[in-house]
């Protein structure tokens, strides 16, 4: 049985109580959590890092680099977007559990056989299977722990997992660094399997557990759409996070022909600006989960890191860096800016109740991802029209705005409890 650490709505400070915190943040589910979402991070961000390597290897020209890397992450990401919602209904109707070992058991074995690719069909065959398996790690991970920590902490907790999580593409760049891109897929999946045997410790949620045992709908994905006031907090909780896959997927994995614009004093690698980016997003992650649980309020925090977010797009695009150092130093700013990707997640976990939860809280953030199917031609369009620097402007502005009103008129979900269903 878990105590609760607050009486009276005041948080006791004595030594005792923090103890008691951390003995509770540090539960096997919420380490195992944090290690998948870590595997989890490592394998999504990795074709990011090796874009360039590995289609230079499969033959492909320079002047089609951009545009295969293109099509490869949309069909990661379409991926995303399918498994999304798959392992959001599975997780809903057999348990969290179940989502997290069948999502790391395919990813794994997809990230394993890319390194065996030797066309471009190949691999985008098999970023699309990745990419399916890599939908589940994240929200049903969140949703696991959520439901089991106590709700006066739960913004610890899920910060946690996303900060430890995002240090995995620290690691797949040094990987990458060390390795032929082809080890550096073998590494990722081997690293998965691995973790399939730290899973078998993990316990269920006690509230899916009841949930289980009632005669009502659970995983009911068109349950989202039954009505206007239930779509659009469905839909207010993927906007908020579009400005974090605009810098992941535009600002990041392009940087490359970014730095070359900005005439700076040097290449820029995008494995390392992704790496500094995930280096920041993990410090952002664990800050905005602390912030909001001294502000108590969910909503202020991520308007804060949304504004941050804003005015670091314009230093990125618009301010003369030069050099390549002040410009990984901004892609730090910018990760530790939208470093609120644990707490947008978290948000959307506790709007729904337990019968719909795993298939928000797995659908939301893979719709986000999946987001890049549409901010990718849109950046095209716009790089044609304006250039790549105004392009990507215009483009951060409009993912910017749309999160500013996805934001506005959400419910403010702090300390709520979650043991609820939707009817």
Avoid at 8 to 13: A, E, I, L, V, Y
Avoid at 62 to 68: A, F, G, Y
Avoid at 328 to 340: D, H, M, N, P
Wanted: glycine content about 12%.
């Amino acid at each position: 049985m878990i105590e609760p650490i607050y009486k009276n709505d005041s948080p006791k400070t004595d030594m005792k109580t923090t103890f008691s915190i951390a003995r509770q943040l540090f539960q096997v589910p919420v380490i195992v959590a944090a290690l998948g979402y870590f595997v989890d991070i490592y394998d999504l961000l990795l074709f990011s890092i090796v874009r360039v390597q590995s289609l230079k290897d499969l033959g492909v020209p320079d002047d089609r680099m951009l545009n295969q890397g293109i099509f490869l992450i949309n069909m990661q990401m379409g991926g995303l977007l399918l498994g999304g919602i798959l392992w959001g209904i599975l997780g809903d109707k057999k348990g969290r559990l179940s989502v997290l070992f069948g999502s790391i058991l395919i990813y794994s074995l997809a990230n394993i056989a890319n390194g065996f690719v030797t066309t471009v069909d190949q691999y985008a065959i098999l970023r699309l299977v990745a990419g399916i398996g890599l939908a589940g790690e994240l929200g049903a991970g969140i949703t696991l722990v959520a439901e089991v920590l106590p709700k006066e902490i739960r913004g610890y907790g899920t910060s946690l997992v996303a900060s430890v999580g995002l240090l995995g593409a620290v690691l797949a760049y040094f990987i990458a660094e060390q390795f032929a891109w082809r080890n550096a897929y073998f590494i990722g999946g081997g690293l998965g399997l691995m973790l399939l045997i730290m899973r078998v410790s993990v316990f269920e949620s006690g509230i899916f557990t009841k949930v289980k045992e009632q005669s009502v709908s659970r995983g009911n994905f068109l349950h989202l759409f039954s009505s206007k006031k239930q779509f659009f907090k469905y839909l207010r909780c993927i906007l908020i996070g579009l400005p974090v896959w605009f810098v992941a997927g535009i600002l990041m994995t392009f940087s490359p022909e970014f730095g070359k614009e900005l005439h700076l004093d040097g290449p820029i690698i995008a494995g390392k600006a992704v790496m500094w980016e995930y280096i920041g997003l993990s410090i952002g992650d664990l800050s905005s989960g602390i912030l909001s649980q001294y502000f108590n309020s969910r909503k202020k925090v991520l308007g804060m890191f949304l504004a941050l977010t804003a005015a670091l797009v314009v230093v990125y695009l618009f301010v003369p860096l030069h050099s390549t150092t002040a410009f990984y130093a901004i892609c730090s700013c910018l990760g530790f800016a939208v470093g609120y990707w644990a707490l947008f997640v978290t948000i959307a976990a506790e709007q729904f109740g337990t019968n719909l939860r795993a298939t928000v809280a797995t659908t939301v953030p893979n719709f986000v991802r999946g987001s890049i199917n549409i901010m990718t031609p849109l950046f095209l369009l716009f790089k044609g029209e304006l250039g790549i620097i105004d392009g990507a402007g215009l483009l951060g502005l409009l993912t910017l705005t749309i999160a500013f009103l996805g934001l506005w008129n959400m419910e403010e979900t702090f300390g709520k409890d979650l043991n609820f269903l939707e009817k």
